[in-house]
């Protein structure tokens, strides 16, 4: 018996409450001043062009164009799924998400998505190994395109 009246589940518990209250009402005003002095992602230089950076939210669009972008990633960030406890469990468990996802679409958007997370030391080739294996195992249940 531990020396301490709550136990990891309900510190995670907790974590995750946090987590999640951080995302139901996102500052406005926040969302703006973490734009300014940022670079837009699909604008970045190529990583050979050494010290070299993109162009900043701030500088590249004029007063409304900011504003719609801030509305926008404000509405992202107030909408987003919960995916709090999740987060927290992956980081306790010393877990990692992968870029890569499996996903099947319909013609009204995606019907399910899968997101991996993994020990940062498992191998390459047994990450790819496990998405793709997935990915193989669920596609003998879909349906075949005549």
């Known amino acids: 018996m531990s020396d301490r009246p709550y136990t990891d589940d309900d510190l995670r518990a907790e974590a995750a409450r946090q987590h999640a209250g951080l995302t139901e009402d996102p500052d406005f005003v926040g969302v703006g001043e973490q734009m300014q002095d940022t670079e837009i992602d699909s604008l970045l230089p190529p990583e050979e062009a050494d010290g ?6 701030d500088e590249l669009l004029d007063e409304d ?7 926008k990633i404000h509405h992202l960030i107030s909408h987003a799924a919960d995916v709090s406890e999740w987060a927290i469990n992956l980081g306790a468990d010393g877990l990692e998400p992968l870029f890569e996802t499996l996903s099947a679409q319909t013609d009204n958007g995606p019907w399910f998505r899968l997101h991996f997370a993994v020990r940062p030391d498992m191998p390459d080739d047994m990450r790819r190994a496990l998405v793709e294996g997935i990915g193989m195992e669920i596609a003998k249940h879909f349906p075949q395109a005549t």
């Open 52 to 57: 070299a950076e993109g162009p900043h939210w």
């Open 65 to 71: 164009q900011f504003d719609e972008a801030q509305r």
